[in-house]
């Protein structure tokens, strides 16, 4: 593989368009829409003004009918819903926790499902999505890893989460309404922190990302999206030039054979080659922090001179450090740390010079919890012995 091709996993991804049958226009970048149009029969002189009216009934206003868009011919409306069809995911189930965090399970293509996460905050509501059905990282604290990895999710089933979100909170605009910051935004706020890992399926999350960014439709800045990668390091400066969304790492330990252990992919590309491209991540700056995300594990990454060694490791790197205190979830292999002992971590990441914010746990009844996500239908109960052999902690 040469040096520039892009590190991806050969995983199925559902081809939008079945055989005879009508394209699904979630998901398309305005030239694949245009594409599309102009093949389906749009005269090429109308297919741009085409786009922009299709673009905003389905991402401004929330349409799933092309019967709604009013500003189109009848004729003509007749003749996209011969062609193309307006699909998000199917919601399978919604629970509610008693902190207000709910957890959608959806069905995409195929018939494989996957957990979306919204966190309502006084300030913000933050929707945590998807980018792979399971996950090939088996990073051992975490529940989606002890899933197997089946395919990449499309750009559609991606965004679609998006739009099943704002569809359940009803934050659609009535017509008049505004846009962008000016609208409705229970929805302020994307992470790509759901099952998968976002930079083994990069190009699809890219257009994803870039839909849920467009001006004139859901329209979210680039500041309030934040992908979450273990460290997937020849893809890193590539976010920043080609999503330019917020940058979160899945770090978690301070040594390498620690991190190898939490984060197998670290066996790939160790600490030292993570920090040389974050240090090296176009967008770095004060203003543009990059996250490190460090999960508590009580007597495996939670001493003092773990987060002295952390604070030593970033240095130069302008970061913010969120603590995560451990989920568990059924058969989980390790414990969360005392909460005394998190706070004096936090204590010497502060003093150091570093913001160090302990995560409140959030959805943890419904196990909507960081790290907890898995599809219900693969949620085997493996014993605790079983997932520590797989993660190699039995040792």
């Not at 092309?66 to 629970?95: C, W």
């Not at 001179?305 to 603590?323: C, M, Q, S, Y």
């Not at 205190?325 to 502060?350: C, H, L, M, T, V």
């Amino acid at each position: 593989m040469s040096a520039s091709a892009p590190i991806t996993q050969d995983v199925l991804t559902i081809p939008r368009k079945l055989p005879d049958g009508p394209t699904n226009i979630v998901g398309l970048t305005r030239d694949q829409l245009r594409a599309a149009l102009i093949a389906a029969g749009t005269p090429e002189k109308q297919a741009k003004m085409r786009v922009n009216q299709i673009w905003q009934w389905v991402y401004h206003w929330g349409a799933r009918s092309f019967d709604e868009m009013t500003n189109l011919a009848k004729g003509y409306r007749a003749q996209l819903a011969e062609q193309f069809v307006i699909e998000v995911p199917e919601v399978v189930s919604r629970h509610v926790s008693a902190d207000g965090t709910r957890k959608y399970l959806v069905r995409i293509a195929g018939g494989h499902e996957v957990e979306v996460v919204y966190i309502p905050e006084t300030d913000r509501g933050t929707l945590c999505i998807s980018s792979q059905v399971g996950c090939t990282l088996t990073c051992s604290f975490c529940h989606t890893g002890t899933q197997k990895l089946v395919r990449n999710l499309t750009a559609g089933e991606i965004v679609g989460q998006v739009m099943v979100a704002r569809d359940d909170l009803g934050e659609w605009p009535e017509p008049g309404e505004g846009t962008g910051e000016n609208g409705p935004r229970l929805l302020s706020n994307i992470v790509l922190m759901g099952m998968g890992e976002p930079l083994y399926n990069f190009d699809n999350v890219r257009d994803a990302m870039k839909i849920a960014m467009d001006p004139e439709g859901i329209s979210l800045s680039r500041r309030r999206i934040t992908l979450s990668t273990s460290g997937v390091v020849p893809e890193i400066a590539r976010t920043a030039e080609e999503i330019g969304c917020m940058l979160a790492i899945s770090f978690h330990a301070t040594e390498d054979q620690t991190r190898d252990k939490l984060v197998p992919i670290n066996k790939r590309w160790p600490i030292a080659d993570l920090l040389d491209a974050l240090r090296a991540y176009p967008k770095l700056s004060n203003s543009e922090r990059i996250t490190f995300e460090y999960v508590m594990l009580k007597d495996v990454n939670d001493t003092d001179e773990d987060a002295r060694r952390l604070v030593k490791l970033i240095k130069g790197i302008p970061a913010k450090i969120n603590l995560i205190p451990f989920n568990e979830w059924p058969g989980a292999p390790y414990e969360r740390s005392d909460w005394d002992r998190i706070e004096k971590f936090a204590d010497i990441i502060y003093k150091a010079g570093y913001a160090s914010p302990i995560r409140t746990p959030r959805g943890e009844d419904i196990m909507a919890a960081c790290g907890q996500l898995k599809s219900a239908t693969e949620r085997a109960r493996k014993s605790r012995a079983q997932i520590a052999a797989e993660a190699g902690l039995s040792e």
